[in-house]
């Protein structure tokens, strides 16, 4: 049970196309070092994509840029294949001088545009690789506070490229009265400084069903995370992927514990499509148009 992701399910008619062909998700993680980021993408695809790393040795000197990696998938469930990409970004945030941190992810994310916009215009299109970023989750620290300037930098420069979708990270070391104050006060920021998070669209005819279950995912954002690759066995006898304290156990795939299985059915099951499409046919768009503009086009 636990190595079932749930996207052979997808229910929308929109989607048999993908599964058909095959398809390609591409989800970029950013944060600060240390937020969970490593971890919660191993939880969500229930792969070991990341093998524990120790900490960085902080005698050892930093690297000065932003690294940009990433790590490919093939997952396959009842038939249904997906080619699944983490870009994980290592390094932000840790400099003593963070202002331009943002700014190699922009560029990957541009270059990833550019080499989709050269297949198009490639005669033959007929294997189109998509390696676009169709999501990008962005870790935010549980401080309880507010959002701290390099976010708001962040999500201003990203948010026309990219569907952006915040998270709480390490929800579990806040209490649910913190996390509902956070996300409240995290939402106003967001406004505040008019960053477009990702909205997934509303279909008129939509099934009452189907209405509420997206609206008890998108009222969950900023999702409050807690990310675990450790199996315990709790006194009842079940096994649960968690984090154990002294006062209990927080489980990650409870939704009263944690936003978890809201955020992966919404990139998994609910809303890959929209994510996928919103990046193809906004995002990519304004940027390809931009192109063609400046180059005289
Ligand atoms: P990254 O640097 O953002 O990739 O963070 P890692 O995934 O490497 O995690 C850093 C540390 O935080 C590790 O010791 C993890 O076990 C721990 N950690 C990861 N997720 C959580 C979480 O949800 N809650 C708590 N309390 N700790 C976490
Ligand atoms: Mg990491």
Same mark, same amino acid.
């Given at each position: 049970?636990?190595?079932?992701? %749930?996207?052979?399910?997808?229910?929308?008619?929109?989607?048999?196309?993908?599964?058909?062909? &095959?398809?390609?998700?591409?989800?970029?993680?950013?944060?600060?070092? %240390?937020?969970?980021?490593?971890?919660?993408?191993?939880?969500?695809?229930?792969?070991?994509?990341?093998?524990?790393?120790?900490?960085?040795?902080?005698?050892?000197?930093?690297?000065?840029?932003?690294?940009?990696e990433s790590?490919?998938?093939?997952?396959?469930e009842s038939?249904?294949?997906?080619?699944?990409?983490?870009?994980?970004?290592? &390094?932000? %945030?840790?400099?003593?001088?963070?202002?331009?941190?943002?700014?190699?992810?922009?560029?990957?994310?541009?270059?990833?545009?550019?080499?989709?916009?050269?297949?198009?215009?490639?005669?033959?299109?007929?294997?189109?690789v998509d390696?676009?970023?169709?999501?990008?989750?962005?870790?935010?620290?549980?401080?309880?506070?507010?959002?701290?300037?390099?976010?708001?930098?962040?999500?201003?420069?990203?948010?026309?490229?990219?569907?952006?979708?915040?998270?709480?990270?390490?929800?579990?070391?806040?209490?649910?009265?913190?996390?509902?104050?956070?996300?409240?006060?995290?939402?106003?920021?967001?406004?505040?400084?008019?960053?477009?998070?990702?909205?997934?669209?509303?279909?008129?005819?939509?099934?009452?069903?189907?209405?509420?279950?997206?609206?008890?995912?998108?009222?969950?954002?900023?999702?409050?995370?807690?990310?675990?690759?450790?199996?315990?066995?709790?006194?009842?006898?079940?096994?649960?992927? %968690?984090?154990?304290?002294?006062? &209990?156990?927080?489980?990650?795939?409870?939704?009263?514990?944690?936003?978890?299985?809201?955020?992966?059915?919404?990139?998994?099951?609910?809303?890959?499509?929209?994510?996928?499409?919103?990046?193809?046919?906004?995002?990519?768009?304004?940027?390809?148009?931009?192109?063609?503009?400046?180059?005289?086009?």
């Amino acid at each position: 049970l636990m190595g079932y992701v %749930g996207f052979a399910n997808l229910p929308n008619q929109v989607h048999r196309k993908s599964i058909r062909k &095959g398809f390609q998700f591409t989800c970029m993680v950013v944060g600060e070092s %240390g937020l969970g980021k490593s971890t919660l993408i191993n939880t969500l695809f229930n792969t070991t994509l990341y093998p524990a790393r120790p900490s960085p040795d902080p005698a050892v000197e930093r690297p000065k840029t932003v690294a940009i990696e990433s790590i490919s998938a093939d997952i396959e469930e009842s038939t249904v294949r997906l080619r699944l990409t983490v870009v994980d970004t290592p &390094g932000f %945030g840790d400099f003593v001088n963070n202002d331009e941190s943002w700014k190699p992810i922009v560029e990957n994310i541009e270059a990833r545009f550019d080499a989709y916009l050269e297949q198009e215009n490639r005669v033959n299109r007929q294997k189109m690789v998509d390696n676009r970023v169709h999501a990008c989750l962005y870790f935010i620290q549980p401080t309880g506070h507010a959002l701290k300037q390099i976010d708001i930098e962040f999500m201003r420069r990203l948010h026309t490229k990219v569907n952006l979708i915040p998270i709480i990270a390490k929800a579990d070391t806040l209490t649910d009265e913190e996390v509902q104050n956070f996300k409240r006060r995290v939402l106003a920021d967001i406004e505040h400084h008019n960053i477009r998070i990702f909205q997934a669209p509303v279909y008129e005819n939509e099934d009452e069903e189907t209405l509420a279950e997206h609206e008890a995912i998108t009222t969950k954002i900023p999702f409050a995370v807690v990310g675990s690759n450790s199996e315990l066995e709790l006194e009842d006898g079940r096994v649960i992927r %968690g984090r154990s304290y002294p006062w &209990g156990v927080v489980e990650v795939d409870n939704e009263e514990h944690c936003d978890f299985v809201k955020l992966r059915q919404m990139l998994i099951r609910t809303h890959m499509e929209e994510l996928r499409e919103h990046t193809n046919n906004v995002l990519y768009e304004n940027y390809r148009s931009d192109k063609l503009l400046g180059m005289g086009v």
